[in-house]
């Protein structure tokens, strides 16, 4: 069985930074695709970065371009999001999660299809005060 947890989430005011850790449990790193996403209330899901764990490459929505990073710590099975000068809209519920696009590379943005595919966590809230 493969477990995703989230956490590091939590609240920060406008222009502050937070951590998010999501450990992969059940699954050994490979060929696929970490990825963070979040969801506000009344919002659809949205992708802001990826990693693709076979060489490390990121990808990153344009809207957190330059304030979000993704690092990964593979001894740990690992995944992060490290997110910087934080703004109030991005207050959400930030879920990772382990996909499987082929061509060797990530995304942002996913098929239904695929997304269903892939292993979920169950979120960390982040609240960003103005």
């Known amino acids: 069985q493969v477990y995703l947890v989230e956490s590091g989430g939590g609240s920060v005011q406008a222009g502050g930074s937070l951590r998010l850790s999501c450990v992969v449990s059940?699954?050994?790193?490979?060929?696929?695709?970490m990825n963070w996403f979040r969801q506000a209330p009344g919002k659809g899901r949205e992708g802001v970065a990826a990693?693709?764990?076979?060489?490390?490459?990121?990808y990153y929505a344009d809207s957190v371009k330059g304030r979000l990073t993704i690092p990964q710590d593979n001894a740990k099975n690992t995944v992060y999001l490290q997110m910087n000068s934080l703004k109030p809209e991005e207050t959400a519920m930030y879920y990772c999660?382990?996909?499987?696009?082929?061509?060797?590379?990530?995304?942002?943005?996913?098929?239904?299809?695929?997304?269903?595919?892939?292993?979920w966590g169950q979120g960390t809230q982040v609240t960003v005060s103005s």
């Open positions: 999660a382990v996909l499987f696009p082929s061509g060797g590379r990530c995304y942002t943005h996913y098929s239904a299809a695929l997304l269903d595919f892939g292993y």
């Open positions: 059940g699954y050994t790193y490979s060929s696929n695709c």
């Open positions: 990693i693709y764990i076979g060489d490390g490459s990121t």
